[in-house]
């Protein structure tokens, strides 16, 4: 099988043999075409290399990680996995502002079943209210300012 280098030089020497008027605007441009796929027929094969070493790289590091989920137990592994998002949708996150010292603070499902939390900067205990009901005051206020 012929190379794209190959090829390319192939078709300007084709494009050289037709021996055109080297003045004329047509000429330039099959010069400046075939010089071009000369180029990209270039470029191909070096990013055709990069890909193979890539290739290489990617194994051994697949490797390494083979050897590593060995180490920690392919359980723990597989609980890393890309599964996670599923459960981050899930699990909604509650933000809550302390009155004291106005430091935000975000919650897991985990933290609000407990209903009080202490704020991390100042120690505050904040007693967690249901805040549901409000979400639909907002959907009618959207409604009426697209009108
Ligand atoms: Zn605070």
Redesign the pocket.
């Known amino acids: 099988m012929m190379q794209l280098s190959e090829k390319a030089a192939y078709v300007k020497g084709l494009i050289e043999g037709l021996e055109l008027d080297p003045k004329d605007k047509q000429t330039k441009v099959f010069k400046v075409v075939a010089d071009l796929l000369c180029e990209m027929a270039e470029e191909i094969k070096e990013l055709g290399q990069c890909y193979d070493d890539v290739c290489d790289q990617v194994d051994g590091i697949s490797e390494d990680l083979a050897g590593v989920e060995d180490m920690i137990g392919s359980e723990t592994f597989g609980s890393v996995s890309y599964d996670n998002d599923a459960a981050d949708d899930s699990e909604m996150a509650y933000e809550v502002t ?1 009155p ?4 935000t603070t975000y919650l897991g499902e985990n933290s609000l079943n407990a209903g009080v939390i202490r ?1 991390p ?4 205990v904040l007693e967690l209210g249901y805040v549901e009901d409000e979400l639909d005051d907002t959907e009618d206020s959207e409604e009426s300012s697209e009108e």
């Open positions: 302390c004291t010292c106005g430091t704020c900067s100042c120690s505050e």
